[in-house]
């Protein structure tokens, strides 16, 4: 006759709560084969130290290379595929069953493929809507989400397909990759509520701790305009630069103020200081146009 011990402890009444509480939580037994995200993404660092077997189905939500950037999510979270000879060019919205080996990733688990094979076409996931706490606590690293946000400004890096979109959202900000604007300017989006949905992904550093945050965008119509911006954003009224950062119930997070000062220091392309009376600020800007010290602007 076999006994299972876990289950005989398990059912005593005289053993102490603490060790009742270390029995019922649920850790990979040895050999195990895992066949989710949400139980590789369960491993502490030293589980998935010891490569465990994994064997999942899941859809692609985001896929691109030459970004490092390859992400599965199935039934129950999504997860990061690192790069491996073994997988194939995949695109959102392709079904894989994936086998390979655990892994603890530089911040959270991850999955190294040893087999991929592309098993059909599904629809992406619902997106989990979030807020920007939820995005900074890293808890929705590689899961498929949905966020909006104030675009306050936006890039077409070199050599790169994809538009940059830095959105303020919930008392922070979060960068967007997205191949397609849904402006034919991207000066439009600036001032402009948007809707992002697409792959969270986290930048870290060498101690696993988090300290930025991009949104993956997988296909245009995950990036849409909630509330245009205003045709001249240079219409609204000045703020008193001594104003700034001081309780405005009028004002909206996120959205740019228009102030006016003296030019008292110039580094073209970088940014410059105004001064207004007793008070002064600085000015980050990529513009380079002509200005003098004591010009008005």
Request: hydrophobic fraction near 40%; include cysteine.
């Amino acid at each position: 006759m076999k006994f299972n011990l876990c289950e005989i402890l398990r059912q005593s009444q005289c053993l102490p709560a603490f060790i009742l509480f270390w029995l019922t939580l649920e850790t990979p037994a040895s050999g195990e084969e895992l066949r989710t995200a949400a139980a590789v993404r369960g491993l502490t660092v030293e589980q998935a130290q010891q490569p465990m077997r994994v064997h999942l189905r899941g859809v692609v939500t985001f896929f691109d290379d030459s970004l490092y950037k390859r992400y599965i999510q199935d039934d129950t979270a999504g997860i990061y595929l690192q790069a491996s000879t073994n997988t194939p060019p995949l695109v959102p919205g392709q079904v894989v069953d994936v086998e390979g080996v655990s892994d603890p990733g530089e911040y959270a688990p991850i999955i190294v493929p040893e087999k991929v094979r592309v098993m059909g076409q599904k629809a992406l996931p619902a997106p989990t809507p979030v807020t920007y706490e939820q995005l900074a606590s890293g808890q929705e690293d590689s899961q498929f989400v949905e966020i909006t946000g104030v675009v306050r400004s936006v890039k077409s890096p070199e050599n790169s397909p994809y538009h940059l979109i830095e959105i303020a959202t919930g008392g922070g900000r979060l960068s967007v990759y997205a191949w397609e604007l849904p402006v034919k300017q991207a000066e439009e989006l600036l001032d402009s509520t948007v809707r992002v949905r697409g792959v969270c992904t986290t930048q870290f550093n060498h101690q696993r701790q988090l300290f930025a945050i991009q949104l993956m965008v997988p296909r245009p119509e995950d990036f849409a305009i909630e509330l245009p911006a205003p045709e001249n954003p240079f219409a609204k009224a000045v703020r008193p630069i001594g104003s700034l950062l001081r309780f405005a119930p009028q004002e909206a997070f996120g959205h740019p103020v228009k102030v006016a000062g003296t030019v008292i220091y110039f580094e073209p392309g970088v940014r410059l200081f105004l001064q207004e009376g007793e008070n002064g600020v600085e000015v980050q800007t990529k513009q380079r146009d002509a200005l003098q010290l004591g010009d008005r602007v």
